[in-house]
């Protein structure tokens, strides 16, 4: 009865994200409505690091592309009552990375040692609708694009570019194993893209380690700064009782020897990202491979939370497919999303509070799209974005883990747009259009209650 119960629900589940084919949305000040869920969202949090929402809130000021950035609990709201006419069952449930935009992407050195440009952000990772990863990222195009200076049309052509490098790359993983070792290289990209990739050269171990450390009386210790504060003793112990459980996370095929994980420093890292400010974040020193002081990693420990893609997709990824952990959930995600992902990728829980955990690597190199400064440099940028999308969906399905997704999504998508693409393009070019205007009035509205001095958190 069970089994049968658990199909019934995963029906349930995935026909509430298909619906009738999406239709025109006219973009509405909403006032009320924004300030309210933005106050709903945060507010969990302004006893813990009430300092780093007013953080959040200053940067999310800065114009819609920031705005958008700090609120995806805002589009999965809407997305929840907006569909496609090119979902099924099957592309209705993809692993999503749940917050695609310019600013979630870079250049990252993997655990084999290739340089590559991939997705850098899996918080949200989820399952849901393949379409809702196609349309926040052609949104973050339109809203970024449009802070470049760049008209209207073009804006129109680079999202439209976007979506048939994503679409044409669907096809042709379509039916073949080609996603399993599909990497984006210097030998496969251009422009800004490249250079991304190209400025990991000049990053070293070192460089990082100096960055936020120094050597005293010969052990290395995190520096003095306001944005590593120093930890309680009572803090500190919770955290290095809690490295067991995270070591235990770690395949064993993949672990190191305790050592590795030896605790060395730890501090609360203040002022990172957008969306997550609020939320614990700490740096943890580690010993590495070896006691010299040369080799020693840092962690990045994250509170970890329900994806925001869940307001829209209710229980599609089931809480059993990740242990009821959040920190498992993002986890999974990377390492699903992820070719040759990094090895210290895992999670624990310190205090009833889940955390994921990963590398602070030495080699990654964040996406600048203000160093776009030409309609030919962005094509070339969306044309990239469009395969970095197509491959964390097609590498997320069946070729991860069959108990999971069972399903391929490259060929399912290929099929259903088969002989379709204009009318996929022109689709999620309306959606994005209306969206992006509509992110623009809910900007224009939290702007105004910001510097009204409305508590917003």
């Known amino acids: 009865m069970s089994t ?28 009320t409505w924004v300030t309210q869920n933005i106050y709903s969202f945060n507010h969990p949090y302004a006893a813990q690091l009430p300092q780093e929402l007013s953080t959040k809130m200053d940067k999310m000021s800065v114009g819609p592309f920031a705005f958008y950035r700090g609120t ?28 695609m935009h310019l600013q979630n992407v870079g250049a990252i050195k993997d655990a084999s040692g290739n340089k590559v440009f991939d997705v850098s952000d899996f918080d949200e990772g989820y399952w849901g609708p393949y379409t809702w990863d196609v349309w926040r990222m052609a949104v973050s195009i339109l809203l970024a694009a449009k802070e470049q200076g760049i008209s209207s049309s073009d804006r129109d052509a680079l999202v439209d570019n976007f979506v048939e490098s994503y679409l044409d790359k669907m096809d042709e993983f379509s039916g073949n194993d080609g996603e399993k070792s599909y990497r984006l290289t210097t030998g496969n990209t251009a422009g800004e893209v490249e250079n991304t990739i190209q400025a990991l050269d000049s990053k070293s171990r070192s460089k990082l380690l100096d960055k936020y450390s120094s050597i ?30 995270y070591i235990s996370s770690i395949a064993s095929s993949k672990r190191y020897a305790t050592s590795y994980y030896k605790l060395k420093d730890a501090r609360l890292k203040l002022g990172s990202g957008v969306g997550s400010l609020g939320r614990y974040r700490y740096y943890l020193l580690i010993e590495g491979p070896s006691t010299s002081t040369s080799d020693d990693v840092i962690l990045e420990m994250k509170q970890s939370v329900s994806s925001s893609v869940a307001i829209a997709a209710g229980s599609l990824m089931p809480a059993t497919a990740y242990s009821s952990h959040q920190g498992k959930r993002i986890a999974l995600t990377l390492k ?58 097609a590498i997320s399905d069946k070729d991860y883990d069959t108990a999971l997704i069972a399903s391929g999504a490259d060929k399912a998508i290929s099929d259903i747009t088969n002989g379709k693409h204009d009318q996929f393009r022109a689709e999620v070019r309306s959606f994005a259009k209306d969206y992006a205007t509509q992110v623009e009035y809910d900007y224009a509205s939290f702007r105004s209650a910001y510097l009204a001095g409305q508590t917003l958190y």
Do not use: C
Request: hydrophobic share 40%; proline share 1%; aromatic share 12%.
């Open 4 to 31: 049968v119960f658990q199909r019934l629900s995963l029906l349930l589940a995935v026909s509430a994200v298909i619906a009738l084919p999406l239709t025109a949305q006219a973009a509405a000040s909403r006032s």
């Open 72 to 99: 995806a609990h805002l589009f999965y709201q809407d997305v929840k009552t907006r569909s496609s006419a090119y979902t099924d069952s099957t592309t209705a449930k993809v692993w999503l990375e749940g917050d």
């Open 216 to 245: 005293v009386s010969g052990a290395r210790k995190f520096l003095n700064a306001s944005d590593l504060q120093v930890l309680s003793t009572t803090s500190y112990n919770a955290i290095n009782t809690a490295m067991s459980s």
């Open 336 to 393: 699903a999303q992820t070719l040759s992902a990094d090895v210290l990728t895992g999670w624990t829980t310190v205090s009833g509070v889940n955390y994921f955990l990963r590398e602070k690597s030495p080699f990654q190199e964040d996406f600048d799209y203000t160093a776009l400064t030409s309609y030919s440099e962005w094509m070339d940028a969306t044309d990239t974005f469009g395969k970095v999308v197509a491959k964390i969906h």
